[in-house]
């Protein structure tokens, strides 16, 4: 690993790859963890020492003792969540104020920020795009269109910015006919005493922070949210998120050079899911995509939503690995696939027009998916320690992959706890 690099983590799918589980177990290799764009509405689930912790805007690295954590600029934080979810670790016997600091531009998810989200998604009608109704997209808009809230913010006259911003926001769910307030004043009461809560932590500017740290020679780890098919940019849009969930996101989110990032761990499962509304070409609707279903657990760790579910596609994972500049992938969620006769992966699309690609085309929503099938494994592989015990089904599987998308997957998970990852030579 070298000195004064960043290594990146990012899903290179539609999110819920289980990044939370790999934060966990590269974190022992690092002295920093970061967060670089995304707000609550992405989880990620860690198990060790039979606890369950869902991460909502708090890097993973913090269960790891010593470790700075960092919130970067490009992340939208909700205070009330962020309260919850840091008092929970806390109860857990996290000592947080120590280990985590706040990115003083990162912007503030304001209780109308949600009301927006809910007016705008009603406005679309079928053309819903399934978000999680966390204020996520609103709080971006406002951040692009240079009326943001930001966490440095709270420093200086706080009152008078929240309520300068809350006007604006009541004058445009009027403006939409909005008049479902339900519950708003509680909500607002709890945000506010998130407020408090914050000013408990510190606020820094990450950018210096982190380039401090890599010139003293510590090693970083960003963590990206989400995955690359929800990138606003490259995602399948307008099915995405409203930030970079690439690579490059990383840069802008904590404010460093492109020359800083070292290697660039891609994370994706051996099959495929998605949450929410937008085209997926490989999904299945039989019992196959059921049956992924229920041996994955494929329901979201924040919203509980049923996820859907398919076969690996290689054309989408392809164009990721190539958007996101992946050096090393990293394959979860191999055991789910333990019992099924054959396999299959999505080798090219045929478009509309008959023809076949092996490009990520511009429009995904008519595309037919070209399978090659592969034997299965039919074995239980959760209990492997080394890779030396993986049945020669699953290896042929590996590297078959591998070829398709030249890129090495250096490790590989066979179970939902720490120990069921295998790191390989």
């Given at each position: 690993?070298n ?29 920093v ?10 989880g ?21 003792g010593g470790k ?20 929970d ?5 996290h ?15 304001m ?16 053309n ?7 204020g ?5 808009t ?16 706080f ?23 339900e ?25 210096h ?25 490259f995602?399948?849009?307008?099915f ?11 840069c802008?989110?904590l ?23 937008g ?8 019992e ?8 994955g ?5 924040v ?13 989408q ?14 394959m979860?969620k ?24 092996e ?21 239980d ?31 590989i ?13």
């Open positions: 690993m000195t004064g690099k960043v290594d990146v983590l990012l899903g290179l799918q539609w999110g819920d790859e289980g990044k939370g589980k790999v934060v966990d177990v590269l974190t022992p290799r690092y002295d963890v970061a967060r670089f764009q995304g707000g609550p509405n992405a990620h689930t860690l198990e060790f020492e039979d606890q369950k912790y869902v991460l909502r805007s708090i890097p993973s690295g913090i269960f790891q700075v954590n960092i919130i970067g600029n490009g992340v939208v934080l909700a205070p009330d969540l962020f309260m919850g979810e840091a008092k670790l806390e109860k857990s016997g000592p947080l104020k120590e280990r985590l600091k706040i990115s003083k531009k990162a912007h503030l998810i209780p109308t920020h949600r009301i927006l989200d809910r007016a705008y998604e009603a406005a679309k009608g079928k819903k795009v399934g978000t999680t109704g966390k996520i997209g609103p709080t971006y406002d951040k692009v269109s240079r009326n943001g809230l930001r966490v440095g913010d709270i420093l200086s006259d009152d008078r910015k929240y309520s300068e911003h809350k006007e604006r926001h009541m004058k445009m769910l009027a403006a939409l006919g909005w008049t479902d307030f519950g708003f004043e509680e909500t607002e009461k709890l945000w506010m005493e998130g407020i408090e809560y914050m000013k408990g932590f510190q606020f820094v500017d990450s950018e922070e982190i380039n401090n740290l890599l010139r003293s020679g510590k090693n970083i780890l960003c963590e990206g949210a989400q995955g690359t098919m929800l990138d606003v940019d995602g399948s849009y307008p995405v998120t409203s930030s970079n969930t690439i690579c490059a996101g990383a802008t989110g404010g460093i050079g492109p020359n800083k990032v070292g290697n660039v761990y891609g994370i994706m499962k051996a099959y495929c899911t998605r949450v929410g509304a085209p997926f070409p490989t999904e299945l609707f039989d196959t995509g059921k049956k992924i279903r229920d041996l657990h494929e329901y979201g760790a919203t509980g939503r049923e996820r859907r579910c398919g076969w690996i596609d290689l054309v994972l392809r164009y990721s690995v190539m958007v996101d500049g992946v050096t090393e992938l990293i979860m191999s055991d789910v696939l333990d019992s099924f006769e054959t396999i299959k992966a999505c080798v090219a699309y045929e478009l509309p027009d008959g023809t076949r690609t490009e990520f085309p511009y429009e995904i929503d008519d595309v037919k998916p070209i399978y090659k099938e592969l034997p299965g494994w039919k074995q592989m959760t209990k492997c320690k080394s890779e030396d015990e993986f049945p020669q089904a699953f290896r042929d599987y590996v590297s078959f992959l591998e070829q398709y998308l030249e890129t090495r997957i250096g490790i998970s066979i179970g939902p706890d720490r120990e069921q990852t295998i790191v390989r030579k």
